[in-house]
């Protein structure tokens, strides 16, 4: 029994800012896009040629190739087309079809949007527009032109073929993740840092995770709860590797030797020594925090100056300026936000000061840690991981 196939046209994102390098990145793309859709099972095809990607496959696994698309970076946009014969007539007759199902829709008003990238074609973009808006018009009486506010938008693209379609949806814009380098990423079980996870693999990085588990005085649930948002994270981010470290010792060093309102800065410390170590074995090139400026005590410019002194490799912060308002909002966005407010204590909450130090001194930092004397447990910690992919 033969499929009925149909055909989804994309629009890369930033690609076209590109210069030498473009097609690297359009190479990493379509890679990024053949690898997500391999786990459909179906005969399903990727081409790019012109600026755009087609994706061909049966119309029922839309639903499927859809999820895709609306968590695949690198897109502007996307829609399902309708291919029909490159000719005058058979594309006028494509738009005064898609006119009807918008109409039937719930679209009153419309407009016309004509590309022609293949100058050989007989009709002018413009004329393409105004001819399609006639055949719109004609074959549906009730719907109107409105080029500056319509409902919804019919679409021509004459290229290697002619495409016609309406209803595009919104990409996720940014870079194709891998084309950025490694980044090893500092997840709690918190709202930010997944949302951090997300805005760098927006641009281009390959998002390694590492989280600090403190068994048993946190909860095997709260473990769950990081992995849960691992994967919720990993469908953006091509996937995650996800490497939980056992800080029990190291936790409880610090709440034995140090000042109490110390022990938050110190145990962020300890994870920013033990992340660069591990990032340098995994061959990640900077740590990612959901840091955000003044958020939390230990999120003073004072305290992050403590807390990264002690290392050397760069620290991205991609919330540094933005509000928990609007981390709240895009971690609903991107579907975490629900797992993360479930009430499992991570390590950094799970022994906080009532009075902790608020604009701490980095000497003063750096003798109270070097008392600890960690680099033996920090170790032990590097070695007894767990990876989750």
């Given at each position: 029994?033969?499929?009925?196939?149909?055909?989804?046209?994309?629009?890369?994102?930033?690609?076209?800012?590109?210069?030498d390098n473009r097609k690297s990145f359009?190479?990493?793309?379509?890679?990024?896009?053949?690898?997500?859709?391999?786990?459909?099972?179906?005969?399903?095809?990727?081409?790019?040629?012109?600026?755009?990607?087609?994706?061909?496959?049966?119309?029922?696994?839309?639903?499927?190739?859809?999820?895709?698309?609306?968590?695949?970076?690198?897109?502007?946009?996307?829609?399902?087309?309708?291919?029909?014969?490159?000719?005058?007539?058979?594309?006028?007759?494509?738009?005064?079809?898609?006119?009807?199902?918008?109409?039937?829709?719930?679209?009153?008003?419309?407009?016309?949007?004509?590309?022609?990238?293949?100058?050989?074609?007989?009709?002018?973009?413009?004329?393409?527009?105004?001819?399609?808006?006639?055949?719109?018009?004609?074959?549906?009486?009730?719907?109107?032109?409105?080029?500056?506010?319509?409902?919804?938008?019919?679409?021509?693209?004459?290229?290697?073929?002619?495409?016609?379609?309406?209803?595009?949806?919104?990409?996720?814009?940014?870079?194709?993740?891998?084309?950025?380098?490694?980044?090893?990423?500092?997840?709690?079980?918190?709202?930010?840092?997944?949302?951090?996870?997300?805005?760098?693999?927006?641009?281009?990085?390959?998002?390694?995770?590492?989280?600090?588990?403190?068994?048993?005085?946190?909860?095997?649930?709260?473990?769950?709860?990081?992995?849960?948002?691992?994967?919720?994270?990993?469908?953006?981010?091509?996937?995650?590797?996800?490497?939980?470290?056992?800080?029990?010792?190291?936790?409880?060093?610090?709440?034995?030797?140090?000042?109490?309102?110390?022990?938050?800065?110190?145990?962020?410390?300890?994870?920013?020594?033990?992340?660069?170590?591990?990032?340098?074995?995994?061959?990640?090139?900077?740590?990612?925090?959901?840091?955000?400026?003044?958020q939390v005590a230990?999120?003073?410019?004072?305290?992050?100056?403590?807390?990264?002194?002690?290392?050397?490799?760069?620290?991205?912060?991609?919330?540094?300026?933005?509000?928990?308002?609007?981390?709240?909002?895009?971690?609903?966005?991107?579907?975490?936000?629900?797992?993360?407010?479930?009430?499992?204590?991570?390590?950094?909450?799970?022994?906080?000061?009532?009075?902790?130090?608020?604009?701490?001194?980095?000497?003063?930092?750096?003798?109270?840690?070097?008392?600890?004397?960690?680099?033996?447990?920090?170790?032990?910690?590097?070695?007894?991981?767990?990876?989750?992919?």
């Amino acid at each position: 029994m033969n499929q009925n196939m149909v055909t989804w046209l994309l629009k890369p994102s930033e690609l076209t800012l590109k210069g030498d390098n473009r097609k690297s990145f359009e190479g990493v793309l379509k890679s990024n896009i053949q690898r997500l859709l391999s786990k459909i099972e179906a005969k399903v095809s990727v081409k790019f040629t012109a600026g755009r990607y087609y994706i061909s496959a049966p119309e029922e696994k839309s639903n499927e190739i859809e999820d895709i698309l609306s968590h695949l970076i690198g897109i502007s946009g996307w829609a399902k087309t309708v291919t029909c014969e490159k000719t005058p007539q058979a594309v006028i007759n494509a738009a005064a079809e898609e006119g009807r199902k918008i109409y039937a829709n719930g679209a009153r008003t419309f407009k016309i949007d004509a590309r022609r990238t293949d100058k050989s074609f007989p009709l002018s973009s413009y004329e393409l527009c105004c001819e399609g808006g006639n055949a719109v018009t004609n074959a549906v009486t009730d719907i109107k032109v409105d080029i500056h506010n319509p409902q919804d938008t019919i679409r021509i693209e004459i290229r290697e073929k002619a495409f016609v379609y309406s209803g595009g949806k919104k990409g996720l814009y940014g870079l194709p993740v891998g084309t950025a380098g490694r980044g090893l990423l500092l997840l709690s079980g918190g709202i930010d840092s997944p949302v951090a996870a997300f805005f760098m693999a927006t641009r281009g990085i390959i998002i390694d995770a590492i989280h600090f588990h403190a068994y048993p005085y946190t909860s095997i649930e709260a473990k769950e709860k990081v992995i849960t948002l691992a994967k919720l994270t990993g469908k953006y981010c091509m996937g995650i590797h996800l490497y939980i470290l056992n800080f029990t010792k190291v936790q409880m060093r610090i709440k034995e030797r140090s000042p109490a309102e110390w022990t938050t800065v110190l145990l962020r410390m300890a994870m920013m020594e033990a992340a660069e170590k591990a990032a340098k074995k995994i061959k990640c090139k900077c740590l990612i925090t959901g840091e955000s400026l003044s958020q939390v005590a230990s999120q003073t410019m004072e305290n992050i100056a403590c807390t990264q002194s002690r290392i050397k490799l760069p620290v991205f912060r991609p919330l540094i300026g933005i509000s928990k308002e609007e981390i709240i909002t895009k971690a609903k966005q991107i579907g975490t936000f629900e797992t993360s407010i479930l009430p499992f204590q991570d390590c950094c909450t799970l022994f906080t000061p009532k009075h902790p130090v608020l604009r701490g001194k980095v000497n003063e930092a750096n003798e109270l840690y070097e008392k600890l004397e960690l680099d033996e447990l920090i170790e032990e910690s590097l070695q007894d991981y767990e990876l989750v992919k």
